[in-house]
């Protein structure tokens, strides 16, 4: 029944892919974030949707009539770079074959991120992309939430077999990003029973996060809820959801999540922190050796038997900074660190850009949103390996299309940031940079 559900679904938005190439980038979102066919028992399990979806939307945007333009900016500049330099690092990868595997991976991802912009290119639009996303992992916050609750919080919460999401640790770090932008449609929905039900997927979700006792996550969280407040700008409404939320974990979980948790404190005597260290060394060791890294997937035991600390404790990388610095060297690690930071400057130029604007208050709460979100990416990663998932990627593009929305409609009316040129109309010009918040 579900592979027929995902087929109907899939096959009967196709043709809507085709004349409107922004649906086949919302179908393609769905397929990646939710992973539906992962939750199927036949045929669908396996069936190449993302690769269907991708080949329609593109055949789509080579005969849509809108003007389709690029927003060259200086975040799309990095990231292609970084792409590149992936391409460099696979051709001298420690395991040729399986970084040429990986890469294929990434490329498809960064294909479909590459395309967002092409297509959305509208708020309405955008906001649509904002919706899938927050649908398709929030679909696991709820679920997962209330999984913990009924469970009393014992068992792991983990996401669909096969896909990025499927390990816990995975899992509750996409799901954390997901809340800020839960927030956001939150904030900006007119409609007081849909903002009634964000509210309540938002607590449900932070459960599932906490019921997927990742230790990363909970850091993580912690540097969610304090930029959270700091960013919103209901602070009041904001501060109730986060104690309830918070005692909700309270009450659900069990005195072995806590236990767990008290073990950060203790890494010395925790072997899977040992692990993880010893991984680290490794990824720094193999950087320092060899400045294209080791390429993609090296962290495989032979590679351990040469760098690691320890060759016999043979861990993934664990973190997004030491999987990039591992896999990529310095070189990789800038560019993916300064990728970050672009899109951060990109967030708080929105937020000024717009600060005497009431009709564009949405920008900001996007922009403060996904801010956040990239926050709780940035503190959990470093003890959870997800480098490549498309989310903070999308949210970098998103932040991007958000600017050059506000520059569209505000014309010369804006901002510019402290140390940029910027080029409105054709021409170059300079401007006082607006007050910070």
């Not at 509750?172 to 903002?195: C, D, G, S």
Request: glycine share 10%; with cysteine; net charge positive.
């Amino acid at each position: 029944m579900r592979d027929l559900f995902v087929g109907i679904v899939v096959f009967g938005f196709l043709p809507y892919a085709l004349m409107r190439p922004y649906i086949g980038l919302y179908l393609y979102s769905w397929i990646s974030y939710m992973n539906p066919h992962r939750l199927a028992f036949g045929w669908a399990f396996t069936f190449p949707w993302a690769y269907v979806i991708a080949l329609t939307t593109l055949a789509g945007i080579l005969f849509w009539k809108e003007p389709k333009r690029m927003p060259w900016t200086r975040e799309l500049t990095v990231l292609s770079l970084f792409i590149f330099w992936m391409l460099v690092t696979t051709v001298f990868a420690l395991y040729p074959d399986l970084a040429q595997e990986q890469l294929v991976k990434i490329f498809k991802i960064q294909l479909m991120i590459f395309i967002t912009p092409l297509v959305i290119n509208t708020k309405e639009r955008l906001r649509g992309l904002m919706w899938v996303i927050v649908a398709s992992l929030g679909f696991f916050g709820v679920k997962g939430g209330v999984f913990t609750i009924l469970k009393g919080g014992v068992n792991h919460v983990l996401g669909p077999e096969g896909s990025f999401i499927a390990g816990n640790n995975e899992l509750a770090l996409a799901l954390l990003m997901t809340i800020p932008l839960m927030r956001y449609l939150q904030l900006t929905e007119p409609k007081r029973w849909i903002r009634n039900g964000l509210g309540v997927s938002m607590i449900l979700t932070g459960l599932s996060v906490v019921g997927s006792q990742s230790r990363g996550a909970l850091i993580g969280g912690l540097a969610i809820m304090l930029f959270l407040w700091l960013k919103s700008r209901q602070k009041l409404m904001t501060s109730l959801l986060l104690i309830v939320a918070v005692g909700l974990i309270a009450m659900v979980m069990p005195q072995e999540w806590y236990d767990r948790m008290n073990t950060i404190q203790d890494y010395q005597q925790d072997g899977s922190a040992q692990g993880r260290i010893n991984a680290w060394w490794t990824a720094w060791n193999v950087a320092v050796s060899r400045p294209l890294g080791g390429g993609l997937e090296m962290f495989q035991p032979p590679t351990f038997q040469v760098y690691a600390p320890n060759p016999d404790m043979v861990f993934y990388a664990h973190s997004i900074y030491f999987q990039v610095l591992g896999e990529h060297g310095f070189v990789g690690l800038f560019l993916f660190l300064l990728l970050g930071f672009l899109a951060w400057r990109t967030g708080s130029w929105v937020i000024r850009a717009v600060k005497k604007s009431p009709e564009h208050k949405w920008a900001a709460d996007l922009a403060a949103m996904a801010q956040v979100s990239l926050i709780g990416y940035a503190a959990a990663g470093a003890f959870l390996g997800l480098a490549y998932f498309d989310l903070p990627y999308h949210l970098v593009i998103i932040l991007l299309l958000c600017k050059t929305l506000v520059q569209k409609e505000l014309g010369g009316r804006v901002p510019k940031h402290r140390g940029f040129r910027m080029r409105l109309g054709g021409a170059s010009t300079t401007r006082t940079r607006a007050p910070e918040n």
